[in-house]
T-cell receptor, first 108, second 115 residues
Framework: EDQVTQSPEALRLQEGESSSLNCSYT??????LFWYRQDPGKGPEFLFT???AGEEKEKERLKATLTKKESFLHITAPKPEDSATYLC?????????FGAGTRLTVKP | GAGVSQTPSNKVTEKGKYVELRCDPI?????LYWYRQSLGQGPEFLIY????????DSGLPNDRFFAVRPEGSVSTLKIQRTERGDSAVYLC?????????????FGPGTRLTVT
């Protein structure tokens, strides 16, 4: 059965303190791995799609990487506005299977 | 429209009642998805439409749940004989095409509370 595990569950950083979020997955026939950002009371907001091991994508302070077993979301010099829950999802068939997310808090 | 819209934003109903949740996808998106999200968890897949037909309904938890998309645009998720365990945020997403892996764009969700 497809499984997605995100760690840590929660992460508190000081503004400017870089770190990484982990997404470990077990899936047969990965077609794509997705990262989303979710703010309280809102729907998930699309960030990145990664298709194959070795691929990397960047957007502002965020960089996503992918291996055959896991993906990392690297946050460089975060700001308070980066505070949110970050969700990872894998797609093998028609649907996306999500992890439980990492709740990130960035303190000024 | 500019994004996926969902109505109502909040719905409180009594146990045993029937509810309908509406989703209006991004114009031109042929694929539409319904998810359910419980507190502290990621979204859980319910059903996927390609055009007017339900291409995959394997995530519907039981036969109290049903969804339609009669004209290939707006979709309605219907829940009969609601139970307290149905309380969650119901999210709708759309993508340009189905069959994946295409990014899905989510609406703000409908928070359903069954008392």
């Amino acid at each position: 059965e497809d499984q997605v595990t995100q760690s840590p569950e929660a992460l508190r950083l000081q503004e400017g303190e870089s770190s990484s979020l982990n997404c470990s997955y077990t899936v047969s026939g990965l077609r794509g791995l997705f990262w989303y950002r979710q703010d309280p009371g809102k729907g998930p907001e699309f960030l990145f799609t990664l298709y194959s091991a070795g691929e990397e994508k960047e957007k502002e302070r965020l960089k996503a990487t992918l291996t055959k077993k896991e993906s990392f979301l690297h946050i460089t010099a975060p700001k308070p506005e980066d505070s949110a829950t970050y969700l990872c999802a894998v797609q093998a068939g028609n649907d996306m299977r999500f992890g439980a997310g990492t709740r990130l808090t960035v303190k000024p | 429209g500019a994004g996926v819209s969902q109505t109502p934003s909040n719905k409180v109903t009594e146990k045993g009642k029937y509810v309908e949740l509406r989703c209006d996808p991004i114009s031109g998106h042929t694929a539409l998805y319904w998810y359910r999200q419980s507190l502290g968890q990621g979204p859980e897949f319910l059903i996927y439409f390609q055009g007017t037909g339900a291409a995959d309904d394997s995530g519907l938890p039981n036969d109290r749940f049903f969804a339609v998309r009669p004209e290939g645009s707006v979709s309605t998720l219907k829940i009969q004989r609601t139970e307290r365990g149905d309380s969650a945020v119901y999210l709708c997403a759309s993508s340009l095409r189905g069959g994946g892996p295409y990014e899905q764009y989510f609406g703000p969700g409908t928070r359903l509370t069954v008392t």
